[in-house]
C-alpha cells in the first residue's frame, strides 16, 4: 500500500470539493467535515466537505472502471451519479469521485430499508444491459476468498468442511463458467452497506460502490440476504418483506410467486462459504479464535454435504 495514498487522496478530495473556490486548496484553514472513511488494502476512501474520493484497488482496469461509471451516471435513480465522468490517476491507482451520503445505521436493525433496497436491485435487473460491459464480479470475489482460505489456512479445523461445500457447487457459482440464464444488469456485491442517503429531508436510498457492477445473473445480488436468512442471521420478516419488494418491483431473478429457492440455493450457499472462508483467514491472521456468528456460518457449510446443491436442469 503506498504510504502518502491517504494524504494524497485527502488533498485531491479537497480540491475537487472546493472546485469552485481556492479556499482549501490554497492552504488556508478550512472548516469542513473531513474523514478517511476506509483504509484497506484494496480500497482507500477520504471525503471532504460533501465530495468522497475513492482509490479503487490496484490492478483494478481503469477502462472496465469507466464503463461501470458510465451505468452509474445513466441510472442516477438507482446508483449514485458520480461527480466525475470518469476515472483519474493517482499513486497508479484509479480515483472516482462521488456525492457523501448518509449510510444504514447497524445500530437500528428493525428500521433497515429492506423494501427499498429490493425495490433498487428489481429497477436494477431490469435497466438495459449497456454494450461492452464487464462480467459483474460476485463468483470472482467468492473465489478468490475461497483460493486465499486454501492457501492460507489449510489446516484449520473449519477449512475441510468449506472446501468441500465449495467443491459440490456447479461451476458457474466458483466463478468457472458462465451463469445459468439471460444476463442482466448486476450491482454484483450487494448488503446493506451499499446503500446511502443524501442529505435532507425524505432523501432517497441509491446503491453505491460500482467496483463488482456488470452483466451476469441477478440471483447473485438476493443471495447474501437469502444466506443470512438461511444461517439465521437475518430475521424471518426482514427476508419476507425484502423478497416480497423484489418480487412486487417485477424483479427478474426469481419466480413471481412459489418457491424462491429452486434459483436461490446454489447462490446462497456459495456466498455462505464466501463468508465463512474471509472470516476464517481473518481469524487466523489476527490469532484469534472464531466467533459465535462466524462459528454458525462454518457449521451452515457442514449441512450442506447432506443436501448437495441442486443443478440447473432441476
Do not use: N
Not at 444504514?104 to 436493525?109: A, H, I, K, L, S
Not at 444476463?183 to 425524505?202: N, P, V
Not at 446462497?268 to 456460518?297: F, H, N
Request: charged content about 20%; some cysteine.
Amino acid at each position: 500500500m503506498t504510504p502518502d495514498l491517504p494524504s494524497a487522496l485527502t488533498a485531491r478530495a479537497a480540491r475537487a470539493a472546493h472546485a469552485s473556490g481556492a479556499a482549501c486548496a490554497s492552504g488556508a484553514a478550512c472548516a469542513c467535515v473531513a474523514a478517511t472513511l476506509a483504509h484497506r488494502e484494496d480500497t482507500t476512501v477520504v471525503r471532504h466537505a460533501a465530495t468522497v474520493a475513492k482509490a479503487h484497488a490496484p490492478g483494478t482496469d481503469p477502462a472496465e472502471l469507466a464503463l461501470r461509471v458510465a451505468v452509474a451516471a445513466g441510472l442516477p435513480g438507482v446508483l449514485l451519479p458520480p461527480l466525475a465522468p470518469t476515472p483519474v490517476e493517482l499513486h497508479g491507482r484509479p480515483v472516482t469521485y462521488w456525492p457523501y451520503g448518509t449510510p444504514v445505521d447497524p445500530g437500528e436493525p428493525d428500521a433497515a430499508p429492506w423494501e427499498e433496497a429490493a425495490t433498487l436491485l428489481a429497477r436494477l435487473h431490469l435497466a438495459p444491459l449497456p454494450a461492452g460491459l464487464p462480467p459483474m464480479r460476485g463468483p470472482g470475489k467468492a473465489a478468490r476468498a475461497v483460493a486465499l482460505l486454501r492457501d492460507t489456512a489449510p489446516r484449520h479445523p473449519a477449512a475441510a468442511p468449506l472446501l468441500d461445500a465449495w467443491a459440490e457447487l456447479p461451476p458457474w457459482a466458483r466463478g468457472e463458467a458462465a451463469a445459468p440464464g439471460p444476463a442482466r444488469l448486476c450491482h454484483g456485491d450487494f448488503h446493506l452497506g451499499q446503500l446511502i442517503r443524501r442529505a435532507g429531508s425524505g432523501s432517497p436510498w441509491l446503491l453505491i460502490d460500482v467496483d463488482d457492477l456488470g452483466s451476469g445473473t441477478p440471483v447473485w445480488d438476493l443471495a447474501r440476504p437469502a444466506a443470512w436468512y438461511a444461517c439465521g442471521m437475518l430475521d424471518p420478516d426482514a427476508w419476507y418483506r425484502f423478497l416480497t419488494a423484489y418480487r412486487a418491483a417485477g424483479g427478474p431473478a426469481v419466480p413471481a410467486d412459489g418457491d424462491p429457492w429452486t434459483v436461490l440455493d446454489v447462490p446462497a450457499r456459495a456466498l455462505t462459504v464466501q463468508t465463512a472462508a474471509r472470516a476464517v483467514t481473518k481469524a487466523v491472521a489476527a490469532g484469534w479464535a472464531l466467533d459465535e456468528v462466524e462459528e454458525s456460518l462454518v457449521d451452515a457449510c457442514a449441512r450442506m454435504r447432506s443436501a448437495p446443491a441442486p443443478s440447473p436442469a432441476d
